[in-house]
């Protein structure tokens, strides 16, 4: 495992600056993305908490999601659209792939992405409502880049002509992930448990593991149409993992 890879990841997946000569390959981007992850999430929970105290849960939530959004580039959020319009419209695999790599956003990327903002928004709010639902925010964070780093495993297919897919292929092992899905699920299993009791622990994971399964639904058609991932594909798989877990914890009550 290099280990100039949590450098190499917030280089690549974040607007932080590092030392150049740290972060001159991707090869550690995916093994370390839940840790930015981690890193993000806790940012966004803060901010989300703050503005609920501050101004209204809705303030809170929006303002959580405008700072992922700039302290990410707004990248997954580009992926999500564009993936969106290749996967959407019935066209073959080559079209789709030409019209992902283009640098406008189509109808069918707009009305994905305005949906799973209302969306993250709205479940977000609701959660900032309740004791500990600050948790399911920075959960969802989290669980978004564990599903990116599923794509590092060794067999999963990329997409002809994805550059970054082709240079983060094979990166991630499963014990690897394995530790850090572990890691995660306890984290936040534990401060769920402790802010709230046993049920919002159990709802938190059951969140998660529907995110997770959200992320594998979009790798899967994704890897259908356009015969594996890309980049983009990765940050729809984030994205997708994201809402699933604002919006199941949000919809199971867990947080009270």
């Known amino acids: 495992m290099r280990w100039t890879g949590p450098l190499e990841s917030v280089a690549l997946l974040t607007v932080v ?12 981007v995916l093994p370390w993305a839940p840790l930015v992850g981690l890193a993000l999430g806790g940012a966004a929970a803060g901010v989300g908490v703050l503005g609920a105290h501050l101004v209204s849960p809705l303030a809170g939530a929006v303002a959580a999601l405008a700072l992922l959004a700039a302290l990410t580039r707004a990248l997954h959020l580009d992926g999500l659209a564009d993936t969106a319009d290749g996967l959407g419209p019935l066209r073959g695999r080559e079209r789709a792939l030409q019209v992902m790599h283009q640098g406008d956003v189509g109808p069918f990327g707009v009305v994905t992405l305005v949906l799973t903002l209302l969306l993250q928004a709205a479940a977000a709010a609701a959660l900032l409502e309740r004791d500990g639902g ?3 925010l920075w959960a ?5 880049r564990l599903a990116m780093a599923r794509t590092g495993l060794p067999g999963v297919t990329t997409a002809e002509g ?3 897919g082709r240079a983060v292929a094979g990166t991630v092992s499963a014990p690897w992930l394995a530790g850090w899905a572990l890691t995660a699920g306890v984290l936040a299993g534990a401060a769920a448990w402790l802010a709230t009791g046993p049920g919002a622990a159990a709802g938190l994971v059951g969140a998660a593991v529907a995110g997770l399964l959200a992320a594998e639904t979009v790798r899967v058609r994704a890897t259908a149409r356009l015969g594996g991932v890309t980049g983009d594909v990765m940050g729809a798989m984030g994205e997708a993992a994201a809402t699933v877990v604002l919006v199941a914890a ?7």
Not at 140 to 144: M, P
Not at 250 to 256: H, P, Q
């Open 250 to 256: 949000a919809a199971l009550g867990s947080f009270a």
């Open 140 to 144: 969802a964070v989290v669980v978004a």
């Open 162 to 164: 994805s550059t970054l």
């Open 17 to 28: 600056r590092v030392p150049a000569a740290a972060a001159t390959s991707t090869r550690g």
């Open 134 to 136: 600050w948790l399911a």
